[in-house]
């Protein structure tokens, strides 16, 4: 992809007041600045500031962060080394912030060219001839990013450009620059380019990215174009395959000035407030809910059966936060309109709250987000409903140790059953359970608060049933129709 921009996203339109001629900008007292010089001198003064240079940027503030603002100021081209998932495009792209919001080019430069420093003969011949008079245009921050995911088909002519033959037909020479059809790097010029998954890009595409790093010109069907482009690089790759004995050429590897390594999530905390920054909820997913789910993903994270070289990316915990919340919308919906049928139902709509026991579908819908070992074919789901499983006990001993939680052993000891499920409503659950000692007080520590709504108690009763069943205090079966039954000893 090049530029991001929504298709329908209309372009910011440049203040009045900024000088619309050569001779006004000057004037104005305009200087020209490299963009490494712009990202150094703007990330210089967020930080004298104290304003926060890396909106949304969770987990990286004692790690990676200090890295890349020490390439930054260190006016270094840098590579992001890590697994999928780990937040490097959204680091990338966060850059983009630190460049100046408005700055002068040429209007109609295809390159981008500052009025001040052109780059083509056409270019300088324009500025020597119109002098002050020369129009300025205002190019805005977000159209200043290149982006490409490298693909093993990715050409030369799609990253630096190929000669236009339409152009040398019109009687122009090779080596004159308006014979070139530019790529998307030249097209970044003054601007910042990152190439996602760099190593996946052919050895010759490598070649010719050397050069742009190096020499800061391009090389187009075997002759030298003298640009030089004015740049940031920033390119993303596997650690696995950023190796001599991956898919890099060394050259290329010894021209970046820095590597950053990122990772995961150190702690379920960062774990949690990524999910909750991220998530797209469409239902209340109760705390105790996103913290099964942030166990859950760092358990899989950490599991012998999973495949460490390709990692788990932090969308599987957040679509697992989200599916939870569809499958609490869908039970609204569904018993809503069971209530509907009903003529005389006089029960109030259930609202849409996620419960421990729809987590359970995210075994299923999100496996394919896994790579698991060779040797784990056909054992997927069962691995990952195992893991699930202990991450919910550990949240259950985590919010819930030394609570007494008899009351609900001694409920069941007597006889009763209590059966709850995907379409089951929660005043049906709660009408089961009726006045448990020691409720009032698991749901205060799994925070639902003083005056929880019924689907809130329902949440929290499912869970602390669950949590039973999981220490071995309480039976569980599943009936044919997918409903959960606890009773009795496990």
Do not use: C
């Not at 990715?154 to 990253?159: A, E, F, N, P």
């Not at 849409?352 to 784990?376: I, M, N, Q, Y």
Request: charged letters at 25%.
């Amino acid at each position: 992809m090049g530029r991001v921009t929504a298709p329908n996203q209309a372009l910011p339109v440049p203040p009045a007041d900024l000088p619309g001629t050569l001779g006004a900008l000057r004037a104005a007292g305009h200087r020209y600045q490299t963009v490494k010089q712009e990202l150094r001198h703007n990330l210089l003064a967020r930080m004298r500031s104290g304003e926060d240079r890396f909106p949304g940027i969770v987990g990286y503030d004692d790690s990676v962060l200090p890295e890349v603002e020490r390439a930054l100021l260190a006016g270094h081209d840098m590579v992001l080394l890590g697994e999928r998932g780990q937040g490097k495009t959204r680091l990338i792209r966060s850059l983009v912030a630190l460049l100046d919001e408005w700055t002068p080019v040429l209007p109609g430069s295809v390159l981008n060219e500052h009025p001040l420093h052109p780059l083509t003969p056409a270019s300088r011949a324009l500025v020597a001839e119109a002098g002050d008079d020369l129009p300025v245009g205002w190019l805005h921050r977000s159209m200043r990013y290149g982006e490409k995911l490298a693909t093993p088909d990715t050409s030369v002519g799609d990253l630096i450009g190929d000669v236009d033959p339409i152009r040398l037909a019109q009687g122009r020479t090779l080596g004159d620059p308006e014979t070139i059809h530019f790529g998307l790097v030249p097209r970044t010029n003054r601007g910042i380019f990152a190439v996602n998954e760099l190593p996946d890009l052919a050895e010759r595409i490598q070649v010719a990215l050397l050069n742009v790093l190096e020499e800061r010109d391009i090389q187009v069907r075997g002759y030298q174009l003298r640009l030089p482009l004015d740049l940031f690089l920033v390119a993303s790759a596997n650690p696995e395959d950023y190796t001599n004995r991956g898919r890099i050429i060394t050259p290329l590897k010894d021209r970046f000035g820095a590597e950053v390594r990122t990772h995961y999530p150190v702690d379920l905390e960062l774990e949690l407030a990524l999910i909750r920054q991220e998530a797209d909820l469409v239902a209340e997913v109760p705390e105790h809910v996103l913290e099964v789910l942030a166990r859950f993903a760092r358990a899989v994270r950490e599991s012998s059966s999973v495949d460490p070289r390709s990692g788990v990316s932090a969308r599987f915990a957040i679509a697992a936060a989200e599916t939870v919340a569809a499958g609490a919308l869908r039970r609204a919906g569904l018993l809503a309109a069971a209530g509907s049928a009903d003529a005389d139902a006089t029960v109030r709509p259930e609202a849409p709250v996620a419960r421990v026991g729809d987590a359970v579908s995210v075994t299923s819908t999100l496996r394919g987000k896994v790579e698991f070992e060779s040797g784990e074919e056909g054992r997927e789901t069962e691995i990952l409903a195992h893991l699930l499983r202990t991450a919910t006990a550990e949240t259950f001993r985590a919010r819930l140790a030394g609570l007494d939680l008899s009351g609900f052993t001694a409920l069941v000891a007597e006889g009763a059953v209590i059966e709850t499920g995907e379409l089951v409503a929660s005043a049906e659950l709660l009408r089961q359970v009726g006045t448990v000692p020691g409720l009032a007080k698991a749901l205060d520590r799994l925070g639902l608060g003083d005056a929880p709504t019924p689907e809130q108690a329902a949440a929290g009763v499912e869970f602390v049933l669950e949590g039973l069943h999981l220490t071995r205090r309480l039976g569980k079966d599943v009936t044919e129709s997918g409903r959960t039954v606890y009773g009795g000893r496990s």
